[in-house]
């Protein structure tokens, strides 16, 4: 076989096509089929160099380990055979792969928002989706957990302290390097994460949990209130307690500043706004049309002004302070406890 044109003697080509390859992960259940691990490569049973076709049949999922045993002749490929047949995630346990994160300054990217060492990047109702903690030693890695839904509400991935596992009920699941993919159906992504020593990247996401639904892509995150009503965010974080926090919204205001800031921004998007808590005689506030009204409290201690914008809308904020923002019967906490963010919401 030519290294220059990957095809073997029968002219077949080493690339093999998705449709066999999501074949293949479906039938050996989304892992190495000996010991379910969810980094793996696929593994002609009846040498590459002999085939004039790629089978699924002929093709199974061996994790690197596993693959260089069956290289050594360690594990025979009659073995190989016979494990295709009942593959180790037959049985419905969730494939999962470790991973050891080593930044001192840990970023996790949700679409378009960055937080940077967050101690939890996404809380829902109550529940830390996404969570860092301390290593358990002191040249241990950080413990990142995370929990992710498809748009059914479905669990498709967990990381548990830097465990990751991942749905075998799912329709696709595909690992490619450090990258995870899992779809719903064909051209239906409910999630593509990158798991990197020094990042966590959510590339693709659509997800519904406990009735918040939230989406995200290279630009942007976005929740939703309703299928007409969300906000966009992008930007970043440094260091929250909190990045963002998702709650049922109380019957109050929809922007509150906890802290002392410099400027607020308010471009007009529709809604009630309201800021409590006394700030500096320095702060302003710009608020252009758009909204229903804007109220302050008698500490407030702010001014009005500003000029319009040609086309941004929404809210745009760069301070300290943590962001409370209303969106149906949601409240979104954006910032909370972080040292600074400069983010822009439409």
Known sequence: MSRATRRNAFGLGRDIPAPIRRTVRQECRFGCIFCGHAIYQYEHIVPFSKVRDH??????????????????????????????????????????????????????????????????????????????????????????????????????????????????????????????????????????????????????????????????NERELKIFASARQSYQLAGWVNSPDVGIEINQKAPCSVIEVKEPVRRINLLGSGGDYTIAGRQPPNTEISFWGGARSLTMNADANVTVGGTPPTQDLGLALSTRAAMSLGLGDLEVLIGAGARAHDLSLG
């Not at 002749?73 to 080593?102: E, H, M, T």
């Not at 950080?142 to 669990?155: K, M, P, Q, V």
């Open 55 to 216: 089978i699924p049949r002929n093709i199974a999922l061996l994790c690197g380990t596993c693959h260089d045993q069956v290289t050594r002749r360690i594990i025979a490929k009659d073995a190989v055979r016979a494990k295709r047949l009942d593959p180790y995630r037959l049985s419905r346990r969730w494939p999962r792969s470790s991973f050891y994160p080593n930044a001192e300054r840990f970023p996790v990217v949700l679409g378009g928002a960055r937080f940077i060492s967050p101690r939890t990047a996404l809380r829902v109702l109550g529940r830390d989706l996404l969570s860092i903690r301390e290593p358990e030693c002191n040249d241990g890695p950080i413990r990142l957990s995370a929990e992710f839904c498809d748009d059914g509400g479905e669990t498709c991935l967990t990381i548990e302290d830097n465990e990751c596992k991942l749905n075998p009920g799912s329709w696709d699941i595909e690992a490619k390097g450090a990258r995870f993919t899992i779809r719903r159906a064909p051209r239906n992504i409910a999630l593509r994460i990158r798991l990197l020593p020094d990042q966590l990247t959510v590339e693709r996401l659509a997800m519904q949990y406990r009735g918040v639904k939230l989406e995200a």
